[in-house]
């Protein structure tokens, strides 16, 4: 019998970020519901700074179509919308960065320097890998980096209570990236910063990209132990 404790821990570590989905729909019951357990994620004084957008089809077709042509144009975005990533990698990080990348594209067939393949990805990852559900979050400008840390703990707890229904789920940063398109399409004001967006649905088992592990350090990699 599966106790309480290995049904969380087996929703924690089995978790993937899914770069291919299959078309079945999921239960907009079922994603109310995964909406209404990630709300109950911790944040202080519960200020409940998150700020999400379910996209609709008709609404997903014109965001989509804008990012691919955004994508095709080769012009970004004069300015970050956030830093996500550091000016400059050191290791550790960017040997861990490196590794689950090229990883990720080996079983993908792309090559270094095959910049048409690495093009590809991007696009697939701009129409959120095919998942039938696709979110987009938020958070308000003014607000302090206590709030986006709740907000990264509602992430987290949203892609935890999907894999426990059986759904599979990929953060996707990139969005962050072409925030003015994503802010026209949306209607996102400019009081609110576009942090990322989230696919959910059910993994398609026949993409290689999906067999991806990423590794992870030993708990002696990260912890200080304190008599």
């Not at 969380?8 to 989905?21: D, Q």
């Not at 519901?33 to 957008?53: D, F, I, K």
Request: hydrophobic share 40%; glycine share 8%.
């Amino acid at each position: 019998m599966t106790t309480t404790a290995q049904a969380v821990e087996h929703a924690i570590t089995s978790r993937r970020a899914t770069r291919a989905f299959l078309p079945n729909p999921v239960d907009p019951a079922l994603l109310r519901r995964l909406l209404e357990v990630a709300s109950r994620a911790p944040s202080g004084t519960n200020m409940q700074p998150w700020r999400l957008r379910v996209i609709g089809p008709q609404a997903r077709e014109r965001l989509e179509s804008a990012l691919i042509a955004a994508l095709d144009s080769g012009e970004m975005p004069a300015e970050e919308e956030y830093r996500y990533y550091p000016q400059t990698f050191r290791e550790p990080y960017l040997s861990r960065r490196r590794k689950v990348g090229w990883d990720l594209y080996g079983l993908l067939g792309v090559t270094k320097g095959d910049t048409a393949g690495m093009k590809r990805q991007s696009a697939a990852n701009l129409r959120f890998f095919g998942a039938p559900v696709a979110l987009m979050l938020t958070v308000d400008r003014d607000l302090e980096i206590g709030s986006w840390l709740d907000l990264g703990m509602f992430v987290q707890s949203l892609l935890i209570a999907a894999e426990g229904h059986g759904l599979q789920s990929c953060p996707q940063a990139i969005f962050a990236r072409f925030h003015p398109v994503v802010r026209h399409e949306l209607a996102i004001p400019d009081s609110e910063v576009v942090i990322c967006g989230i696919a959910i649905g059910h993994a398609d088992p026949q993409a290689p990209q999906n067999s991806l592990v990423a590794e992870r350090e030993p708990v002696e990699g990260f912890t200080t132990w304190l008599d």
